[in-house]
């Protein structure tokens, strides 16, 4: 059995002449969390894509378990920037959503959404509907739904884009209890440094397009992070002035 979740062996991807992505090579161990930041349209969320097979690679492959990724077999999960909670379910039925689909047992539905609504605090909102909800509590919902499945792998691409910094922390700090709880992969996709600073355990640094990996760095910094702390400040610059956006 090999360690890695992900391997992405010379990932090379064009739309007609457009070089989207360029000979990317890199691997994510079982359990780990890592951080892709790059500069805005550098191709993360085709990355993405490619590892759904929403796409089809140009050139290499992405393999999952050591085999070629095929979503319809491999247990993945995800949670976009939009929330997407379904509105005429309650939250505890946007929970059992997934799992009811995929025919497990309902003992072990009634047990993985109980875990989820307790780790994510969501029992006061158990019968509530989206609309009822603020933006938060909808996409703890989103999130909370994409554990539950238990995925081995979690893809999330910039899933609090559209959020105030104060529930961003308290989401991404959500985040970290459930990966740490439930020892899921999870790759994020973001443009906020500071995000992937406080989440990764490591962080991949794309360039411009043609994209390739800049950069591969480790975030040696104890949890919880602290964003005032001079080490995050200088890791968090590190990475800025590596990506340029300009």
């Not at 920037?81 to 309902?106: C, D, H, M, Y």
Request: net charge neutral.
């Amino acid at each position: 059995m090999s360690e890695y979740k992900v391997e992405v062996n010379n990932l090379t991807k064009y739309f007609g002449n457009l070089h989207v992505l360029d000979n990317i090579s890199f691997k994510v161990k079982k359990g780990e969390f890592v951080c892709i930041v790059g500069p805005t349209g550098c191709g993360k969320t085709t990355f993405l894509n490619l590892l759904t097979r929403i796409y089809m690679p140009s050139k290499g492959d992405l393999l999952i378990d050591g085999e070629s990724a095929t979503p319809q077999k491999h247990n993945l999960a995800f949670v976009f920037q939009e929330p997407s909670a379904i509105p005429w379910k309650t939250v505890e039925q946007n929970l059992r959503f997934g799992l009811e689909l995929k025919k497990l047992p309902k003992g072990e539905i009634d047990k993985r959404v109980e875990t989820i609504i307790k780790l994510m605090g969501l029992e006061p909102f158990r019968d509530a509907y989206p609309h009822q909800l603020s933006v938060s509590t909808e996409q703890r919902i989103i999130i909370g739904r994409a554990f539950a499945m238990n995925p081995d792998l979690l893809l999330m691409d910039e899933p609090y884009g559209q959020m105030d910094i104060k529930l961003r922390f308290y989401l991404e700090d959500e985040v970290i209890r459930l990966w740490r709880e439930l020892g899921s992969t999870v790759i994020f996709i973001t443009h906020n440094i500071e995000e992937a600073v406080y989440l990764a355990e490591r962080i991949l640094i794309l360039s411009n397009k043609p994209t390739t990996i800049k950069e591969d760095m480790k975030v040696e910094l104890p949890r919880p992070r602290d964003v005032t702390d001079q080490a995050f400040i200088d890791i968090r610059q590190y990475v800025t002035d590596q990506i340029k956006w300009w």
